[in-house]
DNA sequence: AGAAACATTGCGGGGTCCGCAAAATCCGGT
DNA sequence: ACCGGATTTTGCGGACCCCGCAATGTTTCT
């Protein structure tokens, strides 16, 4: 019989992407339920179902698999801006984009578990300082992806000129910020509202206010 | 004999710090020659002349000590704009405090061994994985107070308002893509140029070249 | 089906980091 | 100048993490 899988890549690659992702939410899951120093590798494997050695060969630390989440968001943001049309003027673009990816509990009526975990998530990460330095090398991480399409996007050079990563690097501050006092202050304003202010601000040039 | 001592806050608080900076730049040391893999905390204590133990009173870990340096670096910026005139614009005491920081290699003529060693470091925690999760994370410390600097000066409330943070997280990103382009690149471009143009852009409001 | 490629697992070891309690050191008052 | 309390340093022990290696499945290709 014909191999219907219709997916890409095979099979294999495609459970290996699951494992991943399960390790990750089991390992954001059982964080917050517990806090992370009661948390052991051996733990987040077990609610997977695979040993703890193998969750070393797909995360390098308990840290890493936690900000995996988050890496993965950040990064639908560089992809939503590739996704931008080119005739946009980039920092429409930038807003589009972020406004795109920032919806959250927007949909529906609250019942989007999956957003409720990764807040808490984002809440987790930001208070823990061991997960700090994760969160923010995640950031980073996608932060040289949004840099590429920026490039891409102004016709300019990643390695010759400073502008897509000085772009990429303040963006990715906005959104840090925005974000932050979010979660901070009061959650009557929506994050969209937050991210579209700090990314008008920076395109005005930060004038003191 | 009198106590003469001449310094703040005791003798003894004085050798602690003495111990601190003396444990961080014998990590930065060690690791500069032999690579991060290679250097135990016995070997860094050793150097010092501290049992291993205490390494982890001053540490928590060896990423931290090295990230300890560029922590105070970026820290004395955010003293350095401080002590900038109030009745100078924020942009432009921003820019002045930045080159009175970025100063490096200009004085004297190449014997400044501290400096040569701080940017070997740099080099270092931007090559080494391991290390730019501690490197961005001071980075972020040194962000706060930064920020607390400009809060200060424009009159406006570091929680309630994201400005503060806002143009903190945005010149931190500034002086990390300049620092960066200035390693990778050719070195005959002063540091403070790529500072300077950085800032200029940056408020300017990124527009596209 | 058979072989090659790849993933998972167990084992073992080097290392980090921390809590705890004893020893060493410093500081201020008399 | 000395003593008592406070602080630091140190050694020890333990829990855990992370990785290399080699054996053992499992999928993919021909």
Known sequence: MGT?????????????QETRIALSWA?????????????RVED????????PRTF?????SKGEAIAARHLERARSIAAELRAQPASKPL??????????????GQEGDGRNTHDQQWIA????????????????KASAAAEAEFAAAVAERTGTDVT???????????????????????????PSVSIMTLVSEALHRLSAGLPAP
Chains 1, 2 share one sequence.
């Open 160 to 186: 010759s000129d400073m502008y897509p990563k000085l772009v990429a690097g303040a963006v990715t501050a906005a959104f840090g910020v925005a974000v932050e006092h979010w979660l901070r202050a009061d």
């Open 91 to 104: 920092w429409e673009a930038i807003n589009d984009a972020a406004l795109a990816r920032f919806a959250l």
């Open 4 to 16: 219907e899988d219709g997916e890409r890549g095979g099979l294999r690659e495609r459970k290996k």
């Open 44 to 51: 987040i494997a077990a609610e997977v179902g695979v040993s």
């Open 121 to 136: 998530g984002v809440r987790l990460m930001i208070a823990e300082p061991a997960l700090q330095g994760e969160m923010i």
């Open 27 to 39: 390992a954001v899951r059982l964080t917050i339920e517990r806090g992370l120093e009661n948390v």
């Open 56 to 60: 070393n060969n797909y995360f390098s």
